[in-house]
């Protein structure tokens, strides 16, 4: 088996030669594909004002328009703009109120960091560790009886168990 071209707007694998390549590139169903991608990713507010002000193609309905997205006609349906419009209320709805001032969006994002910062360094509570009150009188115990050094734990290497 050759190798493969995979076109992720169409989620289609072909073999991939130079002909093929070109032919699938350069297909409707392809350039289509192509533009769908694109557009779900623009603000459907200006897609919508930039279709309105396209006529409606003729030939697209039949099948029959060669020029896929370089058209200048529109090629969305009633039922495009209907959802296209939806899509725009609804991000109408969310948007309410004019957009935050940068003075505000530093401000916020400064409590932001603030109130983030601590969980970065986990506020680990250290055991404390007392000699029973009997042992204090023996001397020289092995290492092993004595308490810790209190800072024993701040460099502590946590292993993953897994
Ligand atoms: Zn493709
Ligand atoms: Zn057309």
Redesign the pocket.
């Given at each position: 088996m050759g190798r493969q071209y995979y076109c992720e707007f169409c989620e289609k694998s072909f073999a991939d030669n130079p002909s093929s390549r070109k032919n699938h590139l350069n297909g409707t169903q392809h350039k289509n594909n192509r533009k769908n991608h694109y557009n779900s990713f623009k603000d459907p507010d200006e897609r919508l004002q930039e279709e309105r002000r396209k006529r409606p193609?003729k030939?697209?309905p039949r099948g029959m328009?060669d020029?896929?997205d370089n058209?200048r006609?529109s090629?969305l349906t009633e039922a495009d703009f209907a959802q296209l419009e939806q899509q725009v209320l609804q991000r109408r709805h969310h948007n309410t109120g004019p957009p935050p001032s940068l003075e505000d969006w530093l401000s916020k994002r400064d409590k932001r960091i603030q109130s983030e910062s601590p969980s970065i360094k986990p506020d680990l509570t250290l055991p404390v560790y007392t000699m029973p009150s009997n042992l204090m009188h023996i001397p020289n115990l092995p290492p092993s009886v004595l308490p810790p050094p209190p800072d024993i734990f701040n460099n502590l290497k946590y292993e993953e168990w897994g």
């Open positions: 193609c030939n697209f328009c020029f896929g058209c006609y090629h």
